[in-house]
């Protein structure tokens, strides 16, 4: 049996940088960080454990799909819909990964998409992926 309660602890780290410029809020039942302030959509991420994985939900990548330019094939078989990663377990490539496309997802989040315009390091990161 996996150990959820680690990919749980695992994941919720990934987002422990940002909780003190973030608030907690609700959304669909779900805790989830937003900026102080945010309403409805207006949200960042969050970690939903669930029977048979962990949840690891991030709206960036939903509102500037962008931001998955260059994922890795593994990272892209946990991606489900459209703002949504689930894990089993805890794969310490796989979880680097997704805390680096944390960092540009709250740098996208906390300036609305102006840190992806041409010339920023995201945009560059991007582009020399192609």
């Known amino acids: ?13 990934i987002l422990e940088p940002y909780r003190d410029r973030l608030e907690t809020g609700p959304i669909y039942n779900r805790e989830i960080l937003r900026r102080p302030g945010g309403r409805g959509h207006d949200w960042f991420a969050g970690v939903v454990p669930n ?34 990663f ?12 997704l805390a680096a496309l944390t960092e540009r997802s709250f740098q996208a989040y906390m300036s609305g998409g102006a840190s992806l315009a041409e010339g920023s390091p995201a945009a560059a990161a991007s582009e020399s992926r192609r």
């Open 86 to 97: 689930n894990f089993s377990a805890v794969d310490e490539d796989q979880m680097a990964e």
């Open 51 to 84: 029977k048979n994985y962990v949840s690891f939900y991030m709206l960036p990548i939903y509102t500037w799909p962008q931001l998955l330019d260059g994922m890795s094939p593994a990272l892209r078989k946990r991606k489900q819909g459209a703002s949504c």
């Open 1 to 13: 049996m996996a150990d959820f309660a680690a990919v749980e602890s695992r994941l919720r780290g």
